[in-house]
């Protein structure tokens, strides 16, 4: 299949939308965390990185520091809402003792070409121990001193001091990602998320000053007392910011899973109306401003590293997102950490008191994952292409693992056909390509070459759009 250019456009068409309106995984990994079981254990994980060290591949770290001083409502991650900053220094003390079990399983000579810090909030522990963090990070492994690594971390402007940037600067990260979520001041006092404009706009221009190479904005739609015309102003605003990626996450309220959204009150959330017209005129504001859509949720300025490297065919995704590190294995470090090495993916105990028990008695902290199998290894691929680069040669799949595709997907190209009549992809003997109006149900057209799904529609997962 010829490698057409990648459409830059998006085209909405809300009745596809509407039709297409399901629920799916975001496909952060294939087999999906749904698939992870605790049969898989340390020791499985321990073989599978004695096994990486034959590739010599470079090594990209995810460090959790899970605590937040304040509980936002919407918020689905895994945390621990706390005003004690003390309660830091037991979980730096475990988390050091991971590093130093996780660190003897690699070759220290493998660099590490990635590092990112989520939570939580990252910047909860103090400028001492986020020093003492990368100091011991330091010794243990082999991080670049040169600035040429992606090493990036998640900020929430409340917890940004004067020195704060300046700081993290010094210590090697030149990415930031900030929680903005929506500037209107209702909005927030209905999410508990009090953060004026002027602050995250404060915050945005000095990591720009001290010397930051990539900024990153995370938006929510979707969120109570949001409005059209709200909405696109906190996206006017942001353009006028002018950070290098802008993420437009849909809001997914769950409160049988999470707790703190049963203080959401549901009345209060935009209708499926308002949130479908919410999302189209974002794609417009953003792409009409110069961003390039990158797939699900992600816009990203032309000369930023992920539209280059889509345009390149090499952009991947993993349980940060989307990244240009796809040759990378990934360790993760800290509670309910996810890492992916060698043919495995590998979670850390999500309970933060459990997490303890397995560090303090000289255990790893893994307690559950999956080995991908010969199978697994294709359907990622495909599904990889699909939602990385929007096409998928056959011929390319074929020759890295020895299959004929027409043969091997019977089933799967059959199910395609009514997205083919539906103008989401056009499909021919060679490959895949899908269309403007497909980019936005990219989700939907992975789901059909997820094997696991089709076995087992009992997990809820949040809707594509």
Not at 197 to 223: C, K
Not at 417 to 425: K, R, V
Not at 439 to 448: E, H, K, P, T, W
Request: charged share 25%.
């Amino acid at each position: 299949m010829t490698q057409a250019p990648i459409p830059q456009n998006v085209d909405f068409d809300a009745d596809l939308i509407r039709r297409y309106d399901t629920a799916g995984p975001r496909y952060t990994s294939y087999p999906t965390a749904v698939q992870f079981h605790e049969g898989f254990t340390a020791e499985h994980y321990r073989a599978q990185a004695e096994a990486s060290n034959a590739s010599g591949r470079p090594l990209s770290l995810y460090v959790h520091i899970p605590f937040c001083d304040t509980v936002c409502y919407y918020c689905a991650c895994n945390k621990v809402v706390t005003k004690d900053r003390g309660r830091a220094r037991p979980y730096l003390d475990r988390l050091y003792r991971e590093i130093g079990l996780q660190a003897a399983l690699f070759d220290n000579s493998r660099p590490v070409e990635q590092l990112h810090l989520g939570g939580g909030t990252p910047t909860f522990i103090s400028h001492e121990e986020m020093t003492e963090l990368m100091t011991i990070l330091s010794s243990h492994f082999q991080l670049l001193d040169d600035d040429t690594g992606e090493y990036g971390i998640e900020i929430d402007p409340r917890e940004v001091g004067g020195d704060t940037l300046a700081l993290l600067r010094r210590l090697g990260f030149n990415r930031l990602s900030l929680g903005v979520q929506d500037f209107d001041p209702r909005v927030q006092r209905a999410v508990n998320r009090i953060q004026p404009a002027s602050q995250t706009l404060h915050v945005l221009e000095e990591a720009r000053q001290v010397g930051f190479r990539s900024i990153s904005v995370d938006l929510i739609y979707g969120l109570p007392l949001q409005t059209p015309a709200s909405f696109a102003v906190t996206v006017e605003r942001m353009i006028e910011a002018g950070p290098d990626r802008i993420s437009v996450f849909n809001y997914a309220h769950l409160p049988e899973r999470f707790k703190p959204q049963r203080r959401i009150n549901e009345q209060d959330l935009p209708s499926p109306a308002d949130r479908l017209l919410i999302l189209q005129q974002t794609i417009a504001q953003l792409t009409e401003a110069g961003y390039v859509y990158i797939g699900m949720d992600h816009f990203a300025r032309p000369d930023d590293e992920l539209a280059v490297a889509q345009r390149e065919g090499t952009l991947y995704r993993n349980f940060q997102g989307y990244s240009t590190h796809a040759h990378c294995d990934v360790i993760g470090l800290g509670v309910t950490s996810i890492g992916m090495v060698q043919d495995c993916y590998a979670q850390n105990q999500h309970d933060l008191e459990r997490y303890y028990a397995r560090i303090d008695a000289g255990e790893l902290a893994v307690f559950r994952g999956v080995e991908l199998d010969a199978d697994d290894r294709l359907r990622r691929d495909v599904i990889t292409a699909l939602i990385c680069h929007f096409r998928l040669d056959f011929r390319d799949l074929e020759s890295r693992h020895g299959i004929v595709f027409w043969d091997y997907f019977e089933c799967e190209l059959e199910a395609l056909a009514p997205m083919q009549a539906d103008g989401l992809i056009e499909l021919n003997d060679s490959g895949i390509q899908v269309s403007p109006k497909g980019r936005l149900l990219i989700r939907n057209i992975c789901m059909v070459f997820d094997r696991y799904l089709r076995e087992s529609r009992a997990q809820r997962y949040s809707k594509v759009i």
